[in-house]
């Protein structure tokens, strides 16, 4: 079931569609320093879950990221690597 949390501060967007195994993360707007944590709770939420196999970040809709939206992206990226 889809789920958008639009962020009004933050120009930003996340979208997850999630099924049993899998999750579709997409993003839209600005990923910045102000809006990275926001980010980064969601994919790890999404990653600690047991049975996800499978997380695919859509970043097509995305206008701006920096060094900390990338930095979030690798963390969440080393997480997942090092639960399996």
């Given at each position: 079931?889809p ?10 967007s996340?979208?997850?569609?999630d ?10 707007g600005?990923?910045s320093i ?23 970040i859509d ?20 997480r ?5």
């Amino acid at each position: 079931m889809p789920t958008t949390k639009p962020n009004p501060s933050s120009d930003l967007s996340i979208k997850v569609i999630d099924s049993d195994a899998d999750a579709r993360v997409f993003l839209s707007g600005r990923l910045s320093i102000d809006t990275s944590p926001e980010v980064r709770d969601r994919l790890l939420g999404i990653l600690g879950q047991k049975l996800i196999s499978a997380v695919t970040i859509d970043m097509a809709e995305l206008s701006y990221m920096d060094c900390s939206g990338l930095a979030t992206l690798v963390e969440s990226l080393k997480r997942r690597t090092r639960s399996n």
